[in-house]
Each structure stands twice: as structure tokens, then as C-alpha cells.
């Protein structure tokens, strides 16, 4: 807006904003993906198939209202969709974001992120540090009963190493 017109509208004032629930939307994102990429080691092979099908069913290149009413709701169901809205507003526009696509975009971030920190900040259970090796012959976990063992780099003796 600032290049057009030489102006800032309101929108553009909450583009700092948008960033800062972006980033706590991807950092979110980033740890869930991390904490899967432990159990499931070809996640990153899944997200760059996912990312790129998102790519083209998200709006960068053309607008929602190019898409046939049948079809909106494959972009409802994309969630880079409201972030794209939200910045096309701001930035494009010039106005402030629509409160539904805005209020949707901030959802997502508080939840990915919340359920990240939920599932990546847990405490060990019972005073005990759990840790999953996959070597290149079969799964195993480890069982290291005192919390001050844990950052060992071997393996304790009242450790139990069994089979998963």
C-alpha cells in the first residue's frame, strides 16, 4: 500500500501481527512434525508431497472466488488458505482481514501449537527417562530408571534394554 499510494492502511499496520501468529502456527507445526519424524522416520518424504499438493490448492496465484462453488470447500480445509486471506487483506487490499478467516488463522496457531507443547514438553513418567533407539537390526527401547543417568552417553547398568 505504502508503494501505491504512498499511505499505510490499517490492515497493513497488523501485518507484524499476522507474523507473529504465523510464527506460532509453524512453531507449532515444526514440533509436531519433529516429535512424528521419531516414530515415523519418512516424514519428511510425506511433507514435501503434502507442502507441495498445498502449494497448489492454496490461493497464491489466483483468488477464491476463481474457484467453482463446488469446489470451496478444498479451500476451507487448507489451512496455509487463511493465512494467505488474512495477508492478501492486509497487504493487497488494504483492509483489515475478514474476523472469520482471521479468528480460523488464530485458532490454528494457538492449537498446533498448544498440542505441540503438550506433546513435546511432557516429563518423564515416574522419575524415569524412556528412550526409543532404532538401530539397523530391529527397535528397542530403553529404560533408564534414574533421571541422573540420562544424559549418560551409555547405558547404566540397572538400565532395561527390551524389544518394542
Not at 492486509?90 to 498440542?115: C, E, H, K, N, Y
Not at 539397523?136 to 533408564?144: D, K, S
Request: hydrophobic letters at 55%; a negative charge; glycine letters at 6%.
Amino acid at each position: 500500500m505504502l508503494a501505491w499510494n504512498g499511505s499505510l492502511s490499517a490492515g497493513a499496520l497488523l501485518v507484524p501481527l499476522h507474523l507473529a501468529v504465523q510464527f506460532t502456527f509453524l512453531v507449532g507445526l515444526a514440533f509436531l512434525l519433529s516429535a512424528l519424524a521419531v516414530v515415523i522416520p519418512d516424514v519428511s518424504y510425506i511433507l514435501n508431497i503434502i507442502l507441495f499438493l498445498l502449494m497448489f490448492l492454496s490461493p497464491i496465484g489466483f483468488r477464491p472466488d476463481m474457484v467453482p462453488e463446488g469446489f470451496q470447500w478444498v479451500l476451507h480445509l487448507n489451512p496455509v488458505y487463511y493465512m494467505i486471506e488474512v495477508y492478501r487483506a492486509s497487504m493487497i487490499d488494504g483492509i483489515l482481514p475478514d474476523v472469520r478467516l482471521w479468528t480460523i488463522f488464530v485458532l490454528l496457531a494457538i492449537v498446533a501449537f498448544t498440542i505441540a507443547a503438550n506433546i513435546t514438553g511432557q516429563p518423564a513418567e515416574h522419575g524415569s527417562e524412556r528412550f526409543t533407539a532404532i538401530p539397523g537390526h530391529g527397535r528397542h527401547e530403553i529404560v533408564i530408571e534414574s533421571p541422573d543417568h540420562a544424559m549418560d552417553l551409555g547405558i547404566p547398568d540397572h538400565a532395561q534394554v527390551r524389544d518394542v
